[in-house]
């Protein structure tokens, strides 16, 4: 439909718009105002009808998702319906009954389970014991419609180091799940890649190359190529980059459509891939974890207008709170608001037509099939594994985050940028010692384990033992943040000295100015102040240094003495008169906090 409104103003030209945002940048380049993606694409500032000519549909099996519930324990499978949830996940508890999970042991306990949600469509996540369930699981189709479980070879092998199976009998075992309606028991794990850093991009490349893997594999066992499709899911990760999320569900769907068509002829539009999202751990914080609210509804949104087929939210306190009741309820009802008040459940394809998405869509397609093309040529994501390959690119991308995290130029609220000091949460230390466990390397194993590490580990790790301190009844360090001189400096560095050393959860003293050195200094020891931070404008510390650092000496030897700022000409000198270190942009947090804890709190 063309109809044209306001026929009385002339219509402006992509040269138009472009002339005035030229005119607006007063000389600056056009590179200004375009973003230059992780994936290696550029995207312009606006787009237009005619840069979104013969895009492929989305295709999607039904409108609309279901609101999915992740359940660890008996009692929270009870009235799910009424809560508002649409199906459920099951997690079979691990091997050795320390993680949260389900007692899931033989049939007549995964019957019994399953009558426990009613008639919902179930997610059963028994990793490498799918096979021995086989006939069970499917016998639950009767009841439930829709059956999923995650029998995953490769995912296994990237969490535990194994396969968890002989190799030679994954597309028998392939084979023995497949073809039966309603049940699709190969479950491809890529969240665990996201939770481990991946990028959006490495994601979807990796997780088309793992399901062609596995194509195959069925079809060498002599599946046909209709049961084989049926029989994979995609168990996807959503991150906190709402725009590219949406177009990374978008261009998945597109893909994975293009690859069952190369097999069969229309394959991939009769059977669209199936796909599970949740929310990925690798970005929540565990500090100020309320912001993991805004994450999780922002992450849902993106998997909704993506595409995804279920999607479960992560609860906002999941790192430190056992029961976790208000969490799950807020990461139902964030999707409820999604489906009554935004109504995107009425809608096939959300973002179509949206020209920023659309071309977002396409390239972010192109660049992962890129991605794709090349595994393949090297022999596929099997061969990959083995080699390492997938692996040891998602570990440096995830290093480059943690870094970027470690000097602000990756913001994370709560975590490095706003950080709360007063919060404490000393149980958050079962979490971090569940996590230091899972990464420690045990013995060899044939696969390299890819590690689930959040972003925030090390801020959280190192500010924790400020929480276990304060809770054993011990003293809380004081920062004095001693400000003094040009008004517009000393406000501006004590705000981002309260940042930088909130990372810490140590009491932070900040003051309106002081006359002299030597009352700002008193004034800290009066306050007994295990750290003091000298605020000002780099022109005039060339005065205050000498005087800072001696009555530091004579009032509070024991005590840091820092400086807000790097001034270049002084750093020698400060460094002769005993400072013990510098608040910065380029300072590297992590590194600061583990040698602040060493000094007043202890390893």
């Given at each position: 439909?063309?109809?044209?409104l306001?026929s009385?103003?002339p219509?402006?030209?992509t040269?138009?718009?472009?002339?005035?945002?030229?005119?607006?940048?007063?000389?600056n380049?056009?590179?200004?105002?375009?973003?230059e993606?992780?994936?290696?694409?550029?995207?312009?500032p606006f787009y237009?009808?005619?840069d979104?000519v013969?895009?492929?549909?989305?295709?999607k099996?039904?409108?609309?998702?279901?609101v999915?519930?992740?359940a660890t324990?008996?009692?929270?499978?009870?009235?799910?319906?009424k809560k508002?949830?649409?199906?459920?996940?099951?997690?079979?508890?691990?091997?050795?009954?320390?993680?949260?999970?389900?007692?899931?042991?033989?049939?007549?306990?995964?019957e019994?389970?399953?009558?426990?949600?009613?008639?919902?469509?179930?997610?059963?996540?028994?990793?490498?014991?799918t096979?021995?369930?086989?006939?069970?699981?499917?016998?639950?189709?009767?009841?439930?419609?829709i059956v999923?479980?995650d029998f995953?070879?490769y995912?296994?092998?990237?969490?535990k180091?194994?396969?968890?199976?002989?190799e030679n009998?994954i597309?028998?075992?392939f084979?023995?799940?497949?073809?039966?309606?309603?049940?699709?028991g190969?479950?491809?794990?890529?969240?665990?890649?996201?939770?481990?850093?991946?990028?959006?991009g490495?994601?979807?490349a990796?997780s088309?190359?793992?399901?062609?893997?596995y194509?195959?594999?069925h079809?060498?066992a002599?599946?046909?190529?209709?049961?084989?499709?049926?029989?994979?899911w995609?168990?996807?990760?959503?991150?906190?980059d709402?725009?590219t999320?949406?177009a990374?569900?978008r261009?998945?769907?597109?893909?994975?459509?293009?690859i069952?068509?190369?097999?069969?002829?229309e394959?991939?539009?009769s059977?669209?891939?199936?796909?599970?999202?949740?929310?990925s751990?690798?970005?929540?914080?565990?500090?100020?974890?309320?912001?993991?609210m805004l994450?999780?509804?922002?992450?849902?949104m993106?998997?909704?207008?993506?595409?995804a087929?279920?999607?479960?939210?992560?609860?906002?306190?999941?790192e430190?709170?056992?029961?976790?009741e208000?969490?799950k309820?807020i990461?139902?009802?964030s999707?409820?608001?999604?489906?009554?008040?935004?109504f995107?459940?009425?809608?096939?394809?959300?973002?179509?037509?949206?020209?920023?998405?659309?071309?977002?869509t396409?390239?972010?397609?192109e660049?992962a099939?890129?991605?794709f093309?090349n595994?393949?040529?090297?022999?596929?994501?099997?061969?990959?594994?083995?080699?390492?390959?997938?692996?040891?690119?998602?570990?440096t991308r995830?290093n480059?985050?943690?870094n970027a995290?470690?000097?602000?130029?990756?913001?994370?609220l709560?975590?490095?940028?706003?950080?709360?000091?007063?919060?404490r949460?000393?149980?958050?230390?079962?979490?971090?010692?569940?996590t230091?466990?899972?990464?420690?390397t045990k013995g060899?194993t044939?696969?390299?384990?890819l590690?689930?590490?959040?972003l925030?580990?090390?801020?959280?790790?190192?500010?924790?033992?400020?929480d276990?301190h304060?809770a054993?009844?011990?003293?809380?360090p004081?920062?004095?943040?001693l400000t003094i001189?040009?008004?517009?400096?000393?406000?501006?560095?004590?705000?981002?000295?309260?940042?930088?050393?909130?990372?810490?959860?140590?009491?932070?003293?900040?003051?309106?100015?002081f006359?002299?050195?030597?009352?700002?200094?008193?004034?800290a020891?009066?306050?007994v102040s295990?750290?003091v931070?000298l605020?000002?404008s780099?022109?005039e510390?060339?005065?205050?240094l000498?005087?800072?650092a001696?009555?530091m000496?004579?009032?509070?030897p024991?005590?840091?003495?820092?400086?807000?700022g790097?001034?270049?000409?002084?750093?020698?000198?400060?460094?002769?008169?005993?400072?013990?270190?510098?608040?910065h942009?380029?300072?590297?947090?992590v590194?600061?906090?583990?040698?602040?804890q060493?000094k007043w709190?202890?390893?």
């Amino acid at each position: 439909m063309n109809e044209f409104l306001f026929s009385d103003f002339p219509e402006v030209s992509t040269e138009d718009w472009r002339n005035q945002i030229l005119k607006d940048l007063k000389g600056n380049p056009w590179e200004k105002v375009t973003w230059e993606t992780e994936e290696g694409f550029k995207i312009e500032p606006f787009y237009r009808k005619e840069d979104i000519v013969d895009l492929p549909r989305v295709y999607k099996r039904t409108n609309g998702w279901n609101v999915t519930e992740t359940a660890t324990s008996e009692s929270e499978l009870i009235d799910l319906s009424k809560k508002g949830a649409d199906a459920v996940i099951l997690i079979s508890q691990g091997d050795n009954g320390k993680l949260p999970g389900l007692k899931i042991g033989s049939a007549s306990d995964l019957e019994r389970l399953a009558g426990l949600t009613g008639n919902l469509p179930l997610v059963v996540s028994l990793e490498e014991k799918t096979p021995t369930f086989s006939d069970s699981l499917k016998k639950l189709i009767s009841s439930h419609n829709i059956v999923l479980s995650d029998f995953d070879p490769y995912g296994v092998a990237l969490k535990k180091g194994e396969l968890g199976t002989e190799e030679n009998v994954i597309g028998k075992t392939f084979s023995s799940l497949a073809g039966t309606k309603g049940f699709s028991g190969v479950g491809i794990h890529s969240y665990y890649l996201r939770d481990a850093g991946a990028s959006i991009g490495q994601e979807l490349a990796y997780s088309l190359s793992w399901g062609v893997d596995y194509l195959n594999r069925h079809l060498d066992a002599g599946v046909t190529i209709e049961d084989a499709a049926s029989n994979l899911w995609f168990w996807m990760g959503i991150g906190s980059d709402y725009f590219t999320e949406i177009a990374k569900f978008r261009a998945m769907r597109i893909l994975w459509t293009e690859i069952l068509n190369a097999y069969k002829p229309e394959l991939g539009v009769s059977l669209p891939a199936l796909i599970v999202a949740r929310t990925s751990n690798f970005q929540f914080t565990a500090y100020d974890p309320y912001v993991n609210m805004l994450r999780g509804t922002t992450a849902a949104m993106s998997a909704v207008m993506g595409g995804a087929d279920f999607v479960s939210v992560l609860p906002f306190d999941s790192e430190y709170s056992a029961k976790q009741e208000l969490g799950k309820r807020i990461a139902r009802n964030s999707q409820l608001l999604l489906r009554y008040e935004s109504f995107l459940d009425k809608v096939e394809d959300p973002a179509a037509g949206s020209y920023y998405l659309e071309v977002l869509t396409k390239k972010l397609s192109e660049s992962a099939w890129g991605k794709f093309q090349n595994l393949e040529k090297d022999g596929g994501f099997g061969e990959a594994l083995k080699k390492g390959f997938i692996q040891n690119e998602i570990s440096t991308r995830a290093n480059q985050k943690r870094n970027a995290l470690a000097t602000k130029k990756e913001i994370l609220l709560g975590t490095n940028q706003y950080p709360l000091s007063s919060e404490r949460h000393p149980e958050l230390k079962t979490s971090l010692e569940i996590t230091k466990e899972d990464t420690n390397t045990k013995g060899q194993t044939r696969f390299l384990r890819l590690l689930p590490v959040r972003l925030s580990y090390e801020f959280d790790k190192w500010r924790n033992l400020t929480d276990i301190h304060v809770a054993a009844g011990k003293k809380l360090p004081k920062v004095f943040l001693l400000t003094i001189g040009d008004l517009t400096m000393r406000k501006a560095r004590a705000g981002f000295s309260s940042n930088f050393l909130g990372c810490l959860g140590y009491e932070i003293i900040d003051n309106l100015g002081f006359a002299s050195v030597k009352e700002g200094v008193t004034k800290a020891k009066e306050l007994v102040s295990e750290i003091v931070v000298l605020c000002s404008s780099d022109e005039e510390y060339a005065t205050y240094l000498p005087e800072f650092a001696q009555e530091m000496q004579s009032q509070l030897p024991d005590s840091w003495k820092l400086l807000a700022g790097y001034p270049k000409d002084l750093i020698t000198q400060a460094e002769s008169l005993g400072i013990d270190d510098f608040i910065h942009m380029k300072r590297n947090i992590v590194e600061f906090m583990e040698k602040a804890q060493t000094k007043w709190i202890g390893k």
